[in-house]
């Protein structure tokens, strides 16, 4: 950590990814817990060599200047894992937070990326088909090379400060995978409320127009919508729509040839967490 700087005002854990696993839907929760103090907006992206690394390690400590001093302070920034798109994340980040406890939230390889092509398309962002996309952007698969990236982050951090979860476990029993979370982070398990729990966790149902994303980046806005679960219900209602259900088929010939692809990577994360990723339909 940088000489002057006060490691009580840093957070002590970060959501590092999976982009569309639910880490909203995760951040979101966690914000509601009296004991924890999430940043003022997800995805400071303070890590990121072209984020706001630059800004420097005060900017990044005053994204918590709302903290209470006694609640445990953590942000979420799904962008971290790629670390195929930027290696430097782990070491920046260990530089700053040594001890801070990892959050890693991975979804079945096949939907995640069925789920960021439908997000791309509808923002505009994607105007290939699906099988183009995911045969001539590897960032599509790179992305779900999950251990890969554990690897990455385990070069700096050890094995015990990084809980894997995944999003279908999130949807699954709520309750008891923010337990899980709960207990990796040291607070009081807190229960969801019904309402709460039925979420749409990776925000498959409803994607974000242009405007909720960029009432999002206002810091005030995203505090008030952490801080009540009516608001994000209400601004969820106003500024995001049914989500676009572009085709994602793919001929069993390219789907079988993706699935082997990634299914190395796949049985390395099985053996990493010490189980069979049943609810991935393994």
Same mark, same amino acid.
């Given at each position: 950590m940088p000489e002057g700087e006060n490691q009580s005002s840093l957070p002590s854990f970060v959501v590092i990814g999976a982009v569309r696993a639910g880490t909203e839907t995760l951040n979101a929760w966690l914000s509601d817990h009296p004991d924890v103090?999430?940043?003022?907006?997800?995805? %400071?992206?303070?890590?990121?060599?072209?984020? +706001?690394? @630059?800004?420097?390690?005060?900017?990044?400590?005053?994204?918590f200047g709302t903290?209470?001093?006694?609640?445990? #302070?953590?942000?979420?920034?799904?962008a971290y894992a790629d670390t195929h798109i930027d290696p430097g994340v782990p070491k920046r980040m260990y530089s700053v937070i040594p001890d801070a406890k990892l959050i890693y939230l991975v979804r079945e390889p096949m939907e995640r990326m069925r789920s960021v092509f439908r997000q791309r398309v509808t923002d505009g962002s994607e +105007?290939?088909?699906?099988?183009?996309?995911?045969?001539?952007?590897?960032?599509? #698969?790179?992305?779900?090379?999950?251990?890969?990236?554990?690897?990455?982050? %385990?070069?700096?951090?050890?094995?015990?400060?990084?809980?894997?979860?995944?999003?279908?476990?999130?949807?699954?029993?709520?309750?008891? +995978?923010?337990?899980?979370?709960?207990?990796?982070?040291?607070?009081?398990?807190?229960?969801?409320?019904? @309402?709460?729990?039925?979420?749409?966790?990776?925000?498959?149902? #409803? %994607?974000?127009?242009?405007i909720s994303r960029r009432l999002k980046a206002n810091p005030s806005y995203w505090r008030a919508l952490n801080r009540s679960w009516q608001l994000r219900s209400l601004h969820e209602?106003?500024?995001?729509?049914?989500?676009?259900?572009?085709?994602? #088929?793919?001929?069993?010939?390219? @789907?079988?040839?993706?699935?082997?692809? %990634?299914?190395?990577?796949?049985?390395?994360?099985?053996?990493f967490i010490g189980r069979r990723l049943t609810e991935w339909g393994r």
């Open positions: 103090c999430m940043s003022a907006r997800e995805g %400071l992206d303070f890590f990121l060599e072209n984020g +706001t690394w @630059d800004m420097g390690v005060g900017w990044y400590a005053l994204r903290c209470g001093w006694d609640q445990t #302070r953590g942000e979420s920034s799904p +105007t290939r088909n699906f099988a183009e996309a995911v045969t001539d952007d590897p960032d599509y #698969r790179e992305t779900s090379r999950y251990i890969t990236h554990i690897g990455a982050f %385990l070069k700096h951090f050890n094995k015990k400060q990084l809980l894997v979860i995944t999003s279908e476990q999130l949807a699954a029993d709520p309750q008891a +995978t923010l337990g899980a979370v709960h207990s990796h982070l040291g607070v009081v398990r807190d229960e969801l409320s019904t @309402d709460k729990a039925r979420r749409d966790v990776t925000a498959d149902q #409803r %994607l974000e127009s242009t209602r106003a500024f995001t729509r049914k989500g676009n259900f572009a085709s994602t #088929r793919l001929t069993k010939e390219a @789907d079988a040839d993706l699935r082997e692809d %990634l299914e190395k990577d796949t049985q390395a994360l099985e053996v």
